[in-house]
């Protein structure tokens, strides 16, 4: 049974750093894609940050030079470094996981396993 868990969200200011986290139990990263989505009130659940079984990684737009994604294969966690966060960035941020295929995940509907998310909320 694949379970997640996020931590490290919290309310900071504009331009800081915030490293979150996500336990990982009941998985294997050598057959699991990986990944970080965020959710904003009133609007639609939209992947961050990817990394994919063999340690390829993939962003979004939005995170490109600022977000950088990795793993703990030894620790079972999966990390999201932040950094110059602005106020756009807030949302609830969730880890995601799902067993690779020939074609990368990139939607929230190619995952199957959800962690509860960890608030990350930004003030100019």
Not at 12 to 20: A, E, F, N, T
Request: aromatic share 10%; proline share 2%; with cysteine.
């Amino acid at each position: 049974q694949v379970q997640l868990q996020e931590s490290g969200g919290g309310s900071v200011q504009s331009g800081v750093s915030l490293r979150l986290s996500c336990a990982a139990s009941g998985l294997t990263y050598s057959r699991y894609c990986m990944a970080w989505f965020r959710q904003a009130p009133g609007k639609e659940r939209e992947g961050v940050a990817f990394i994919d079984s063999d340690g390829t990684t993939r962003y979004a737009d939005s995170a490109k030079g600022r977000f950088t994604i990795s793993q703990d294969n030894a620790k079972n966690t999966l990390y999201l470094q932040m950094n110059s966060l602005k106020p756009e960035d807030t949302a609830m941020y969730y880890c995601a996981a799902v067993v690779c295929g020939e074609a990368p995940k990139v939607l929230a509907g190619d995952f199957s396993y959800w962690g509860q998310g960890t608030q990350v909320t930004v003030s100019s």
